[in-house]
């Protein structure tokens, strides 16, 4: 398994969760990482990238509120998450694009990653 998430759980809404990837690739070497969830009964989507140079992009459901970040001497990705909601309810997923060619497509599309984690289940309540 190259990239493995952990920190998720149940948390009451208004709460907070960190979530990490620890990887077994060089960080460092990743064109992108990013989160995405996938909800009970819909489709995966993007929640945060990160770029190589430390840029990063979220999706408008996670601006002000989630931060990604990536610290390279540990080969691990994180994600913070502030002011949780019952609709963030959804298992998360690592993912990170170490092609060696430039994707040209969004940084949260999911066809830009090549390599996947198994998932963290974060469970909200209200």
């Known amino acids: 398994v190259q990239l493995a998430e952990s920190g998720g759980g149940s948390v009451q809404a208004g709460g907070s969760a960190r979530l990490s990837c620890a990887a077994l690739?060089?960080?460092?070497?990743?064109?992108?990482m990013a989160w995405f969830r996938q909800a009970p009964g819909k489709g995966r989507e993007g929640v945060a990238a990160?770029?190589?140079?430390?840029?990063?992009d979220y999706a408008d459901s996670a601006k002000g509120r989630f931060t990604i970040s990536q610290d390279n001497s540990k080969n691990t990705l994180y994600l913070r998450m502030n002011d949780l909601k019952p609709e963030d309810t959804a298992m998360y997923y690592c993912?990170?694009?170490?092609?060696?060619?430039?994707?040209?497509?969004?940084?949260?599309?999911?066809?830009?990653?090549?390599?996947w984690g198994q998932g963290t289940q974060v469970t909200v309540s209200s």
């Open positions: 993912a990170a694009d170490a092609h060696n060619y430039l994707y040209a497509g969004g940084w949260l599309d999911q066809a830009r990653y090549n390599y």
């Open positions: 990160v770029d190589r140079d430390g840029f990063t």
């Open positions: 690739l060089d960080t460092s070497s990743t064109n992108y």
